[in-house]
């Protein structure tokens, strides 16, 4: 008798990969997906805390399977993740919800399989979280079920040692390990080997990759070793931190094709008072200077960022310097926060704290500014042509669909599977960040 699991992810690109693990711990398990959690044997939550939203929209979806889980006593309910692993979040959460079965932190995803063993054999609930565990992960490839192709996520690096005074990540990922270049290399190798099209390298912040095992390798120097193979194949990393990002690694990304010309720096504020207080390392003059040395190196290179606003102080001056960033940046599109304080950060004990009905009237003023900007990207690729990797087949608008090398969503119809292939579109209508246009018949890269 088949097993079902489920698995619903919260949270970034590093969450969504171990997701990936998760699927392969259960898949050894004899567990196969399902597309209900009415059907499933096993419900996992892969959470995250860097937002209260995040957090309360899990609370809410564990909450919700009480009645399933009376109605269906037999069915696991598993919780890790970030959220977890904040100190006293599983005392809280089992409290909260006692029928929840298994409670595993963000250092124990590996020993889930261990664990679901551990409940099954007994009627207790399982809970395991490992405290200032700083063991460099190297079996990604061994454990992970993928489910993006012809995407592929890569993790080259755990934790963060930056501090920044509003973020939960140290505290709850740990600090900065770095896995061994050749366990990469041989991974994106194979990877490729396999027909993978597009690799994407994580870390909370990847241009620290290498710094705690001696300099072994430096982040530029991996990517440049990955791009000595030169089949087809598109590379993207994130996230860097502004303070780190120099010549070096742009020369590096000016001088691959590989490596997208999409660059995602997140500068979080455009006002320099915020910036120290946020403890970000660098003021918003020299974050710009660092994106016109790019723009110098790279003149087609689009750029993409993280911006938030209401942070503790934030006076009108404040937030007008973070709209005066934006316009001289020119982002391709960003992606906009409300500040929120997370318990255990120094920005959640600041004074100063700002009023919702503030952070409201800002973002919706930044969120303008952003998609105006977007939208003007967008307007020039009319009448133009542009290479998407096709990624997925919408059943709904009945196109495929796929993402060029700036990250612009580009759909369209074929009569034959276009999944995993580059195909050139000629753009017939842009809309936000989606793309609609025809294919280019003679420029598709067949597998």
């Not at 006593?73 to 977890?84: D, E, F, K, Q, S």
């Not at 409670?103 to 609930?125: C, P, R, S």
């Not at 009023?355 to 900007?373: A, F, P, T, W």
């Not at 369209?412 to 579109?425: A, D, H, M, R």
Request: charged residues 30%.
């Amino acid at each position: 008798m088949e097993k079902f699991y489920f698995i619903i992810t919260y949270g970034c690109q590093m969450n969504v990969h171990e997701s990936e693990k998760i699927a392969g711990i259960l898949r050894k398990r004899g567990y196969v997906s399902c597309n209900a959690e009415g059907e499933a044997d096993i419900i996992v939550f892969n959470t995250c805390c860097i937002r209260e939203n995040a957090e309360n929209h899990a609370y809410g979806n564990i909450g919700a399977l009480k009645k399933l889980k009376k109605a269906k006593p037999g069915l696991i309910i598993a919780v890790g993740g970030c959220m977890t692993q904040q100190p006293g979040a599983a005392e809280k959460l089992r409290k909260k919800f006692p029928f929840v079965d298994i409670v595993f932190g963000t250092h124990n995803l590996e020993e889930l399989g261990d664990l679901l063993d551990k409940k099954q054999a007994g009627k207790k609930a399982v809970v395991e979280i490992a405290e200032g565990k700083t063991v460099v992960k190297e079996n990604d490839a061994d454990i992970s079920y993928r489910t993006s192709y012809p995407n592929a996520w890569v993790n080259i690096m755990y934790g963060c040692n930056n501090f920044c005074s509003y973020c939960i990540v140290p505290y709850v990922r740990g600090r900065e390990r770095s896995r061994k270049p050749e366990n990469i290399l041989a991974e994106v190798n194979a990877l490729l080997d396999e027909g993978y099209k597009e690799i994407t390298l994580l870390g909370q912040n990847v241009n620290s990759y290498g710094n705690d095992t001696g300099g072994e390798m430096s982040f530029p120097a991996l990517l440049a070793e990955i791009c000595k193979r030169k089949d087809k194949f598109r590379l993207r990393f994130m996230t860097s931190n502004p303070k780190d990002f120099g010549e070096e690694l742009i020369r590096v990304v000016a001088e691959n094709e590989q490596i997208c010309k999409l660059i995602h720096l997140p500068v979080q504020a455009g006002s320099d008072r915020i910036l120290k207080l946020m403890n970000r390392k660098y003021t918003s003059g020299e974050y710009l200077k660092k994106v016109e040395l790019l723009r110098k190196y790279i003149p087609n290179c689009q750029l993409t960022t993280d911006l938030m606003v209401g942070f503790p102080t934030e006076t009108e001056e404040d937030f007008q310097d973070t709209l005066d960033l934006v316009r001289k940046a020119d982002f391709s599109t960003a992606f906009t926060f409300v500040y929120s304080p997370r318990s255990g950060t120094v920005a959640a004990g600041m004074d100063g704290q700002i009023s919702d009905e503030v952070k409201k009237d800002r973002i919706m003023r930044l969120v303008g500014l952003v998609n105006s900007q977007t939208r003007e990207k967008s307007s020039v690729y009319l009448g133009k042509t542009t290479e998407i990797l096709c990624e997925d087949f919408d059943s709904k608008k009945n196109c495929y669909l796929g993402r060029d090398e700036y990250g612009r969503m580009g759909y369209f119809t074929s009569s034959e599977n276009k999944i995993g292939q580059f195909v050139t579109l000629k753009i017939t209508d842009a809309s936000g960040v989606s793309l609609y246009g025809e294919e280019v018949k003679g420029n598709t890269e067949e597998e």
